[in-house]
């Protein structure tokens, strides 16, 4: 595993800070301990009625926290690898 990215809503109810501190944790021993961890931050946006113009109580982003993308090494970067050893 090379890199893993997060998307992070500000209404997600998720505490970024708690999440980085127990990230090495959790990932200890396992096939993402080694991956770089990248946290994307996504606004809140609301749902506005174009014809009087006033903001509606529907939220349209900002509540997910949701895996963004997962990069991998593939079978020959690991061939690779294992060659220059």
């Known amino acids: 595993m090379i890199s ?3 998307l992070a809503g500000e209404l997600s109810g ?3 800070e708690a999440f980085r501190f127990s ?3 959790a990932a200890a021993v396992t096939i993402i301990e ?3 961890f990248i946290i ?3 606004p809140v946006t ?3 009625c174009p014809i009087c113009g006033q903001r509606s109580g529907v939220v349209r982003s900002g509540q997910d926290f949701t895996i963004q993308s997962v ?3 593939t079978n020959k970067e690991l061939k690779d690898e ?3 050893r």
């Open 71 to 73: 990069e991998i090494e």
């Open 23 to 25: 990230y090495p944790s």
């Open 14 to 16: 998720v505490s970024i």
């Open 46 to 48: 609301i749902f506005c």
């Open 82 to 84: 294992h060659k220059d």
């Open 34 to 36: 080694d991956a770089t």
């Open 4 to 6: 893993i990215t997060l």
């Open 40 to 42: 994307q931050n996504e």
